[in-house]
């Protein structure tokens, strides 16, 4: 079965960095793209990044552009969300996500709290 497990978010002062990873199984990682989503308390979800099976990246949210990079190792079947200069409005759920086999797949979420 298809799984997506987040891990390193928390807690994280204005200007500081975080690195989110997202640990795949269940499907042929190498051959899907994979993307990073949030939502922040009573907004809707955002599409972050998005990164094709051969490491391009297809998509950045305009708010992160400059700040956040998608990338991933297949040897790892994981792909990660390199967090800089962070910033309060921020702060949300980070959840991972594959459409594998025309169903969307996610992970439990890892909160990303951006506060002095």
């Known amino acids: 079965q298809v799984q997506l497990v987040e891990s390193g978010g928390g807690l994280v002062q204005p200007g500081g960095s975080l690195r989110l990873s997202c640990a795949a199984s269940?499907?042929?990682?190498?051959?899907?793209?994979m993307n990073w989503y949030r939502q922040a308390p009573g907004k809707e979800r955002e599409l972050v990044a998005r990164i094709t099976s051969t490491g391009v990246i297809t998509n950045y949210a305009d708010s992160v552009k400059g700040r956040f990079t998608i990338f991933r190792d297949n040897s790892k079947n994981t792909v990660y969300l390199q967090m800089n200069s962070l910033k309060p409005e921020d702060t949300a759920v980070y959840s991972c996500?594959?459409?594998?086999?025309?169903?969307?797949?996610w992970g439990q979420g890892t909160q990303v709290t951006v506060s002095s």
């Open positions: 996500n594959v459409r594998y086999r025309a169903y969307d797949y």
């Open positions: 269940g499907f042929t990682f190498s051959r899907y793209a």
